[in-house]
């Protein structure tokens, strides 16, 4: 592999993806500059003042102007509006990726509007926090994490391999997998998830006045873990859970059974259902253990 | 406080929690002589191997037999037919008192077999990971969280404050609960997560074969979290959700609805309901950080 070095990379969104990607962007030396855009004005200023982006502007089109590779990085939900906005001021030959967790829907909101000869590689770092905005990045977030590219049939293969280098310039290890069965995976290892995390820390804001106070004193022990994931960005996910619906709901689906199968087995009494669950899962945690990402 | 110090303290099961407070009370000098049982000859060899007991049996009415203080640290399940084999064993003055994840059960458990002079203090140090066994223990396991006595109307309080400076003395701070309350709190900060988890993990082993190769893979982003959870010890647990099953019915009956009413929102596209849901979620995490347990 050799780092790609960019003259111009546009950064679109510059939030905890974005400005922790510009951060790695300047240590390893990828782009000799870094434009960000970002619609919230004291958002794009600040990256400015961080030194972290050479200019910022609130206008995409501006920043994606002569870029040769342009990185969305804003909720799903724009993915629409940002591509038509850019889409005039995108030069022949550049390169258009993403960051976005679903991929299908990002593809199916992007491609409308991708002007002939411009080459889009929709990807998918898998690293994050709960935090948000740009003082909240760090270039550490993506070093031994993976990354996901989901190219289409017809992407340019020397764009593809520009930036799986560029990930891996940056400390990631990048797979291709199919736009659907990137769906389907992240529906069940990330999305539901975050689903369950947010309902859960949502029945206890609504206890009893004492009682919801005492689960904030005592939430170590299980709690704290779903409050960390339950206090990530609110228009990203909301995003996610529109844009991945299918796979999301299906997961629910079979959740939805076995945790009525396990309510069931409670109220009846039946320990060795509990057990017999209980034991394969901690063979589940094992093989996560055995796979390198606990 | 004075920190307390015995003469023999006796542990009875030594798994993480056991050896944990074994390891803290060597650490602290809070007893001279430290006794253990265990049911798993293995594991009560392991305890006088490692040098953190001075004696260990199988035999918790050896273990226990002119202890001052008897530490019950064996799943919930097994509190009945210990109670029973150590009662006789059990000194005038003895403090009898345990580590329990649910006090209603445990209280309903031991005080039938409680012979008279003997003072019997629930409690339940909130504390733990998702390993198990005399290896896994470790002293720093105490400090800094806190520690729930349960305490009945008759109980003896200079018995109950011995036991609150046993636990402040391995740095833990102590507070008092009616043991109802208690199982209804940690129902929804404890027990509710971890059978959320276990589902969840479940759910993911019964997916196609290639799928689930793959959310191993990339378990990061929401799932590790769970499988952590889910790795916890099989009959600790069952025996945790047997014994705390009304409340655990309750918060669960109000965690389905909830759920039900986001998949409702999903399948109908309603963003609105998913961010403010997920903005209030954001504010309980927030009040988690301040109450310093994050």
């Not at 299980?222 to 960005?233: C, E, L, V």
């Not at 689906?253 to 009494?269: K, M, N, S, V, W």
Request: proline residues 6%.
């Amino acid at each position: 592999m050799t780092a790609p070095v960019f003259d111009r990379m546009a950064i679109i969104g510059i939030g905890l993806i974005g400005s922790s990607l510009a951060r790695a962007v300047r240590a390893e030396g990828l782009a000799r500059s870094i434009v960000c855009s970002d619609a919230n004005p004291e958002h794009a200023a600040r990256a400015k003042a961080l030194g972290i982006v050479d200019e910022a502007t609130t206008d995409p089109a501006e920043a994606a102007a002569g870029a040769d590779l342009v990185m969305l990085c804003v909720p799903i939900g724009a993915y629409g509006s940002v591509a038509a906005t850019i889409a005039p001021a995108l030069k022949p030959g550049a390169i258009l990726t993403d960051v976005g967790s679903v991929k299908q829907a990002v593809i199916e909101a992007v491609t409308p509007h991708l002007p002939e000869g411009v080459h889009f590689v929709p990807g998918h770092p898998l690293a994050g926090t709960e935090k948000s905005g740009p003082d909240s990045g760090f270039a550490a977030l993506f070093p031994g994490r993976w990354c996901i590219l989901t190219p289409l049939p017809g992407t340019d293969d020397t764009a593809t391999r520009t930036v799986a280098d560029l990930w891996r310039a940056c400390g990631m290890t990048v797979e291709r997998l199919e736009p659907d069965h990137h769906d389907r995976v992240l529906a069940i290892t990330s999305h539901l998830p975050h689903l369950i995390a947010y309902t859960i820390v949502g029945t206890a804001t609504d206890l009893e006045d004492h009682l919801r106070h005492e689960v904030i004193k005592y939430s170590a022990s299980g709690f704290r873990d779903f409050t960390r994931i339950a206090g990530s960005d609110p228009t990203m996910w909301r995003d996610v859970f529109l844009n991945n619906r299918e796979a999301v709901l299906d997961c629910l689906q079979r959740f939805t059974e076995d945790l009525t199968a396990l309510q069931r087995a409670i109220r009846r009494g039946e320990g060795d259902v509990l057990f017999d669950l209980f034991t394969r899962t901690r063979a589940i945690r094992k093989g996560v253990q055995d796979a390198r990402q606990a």
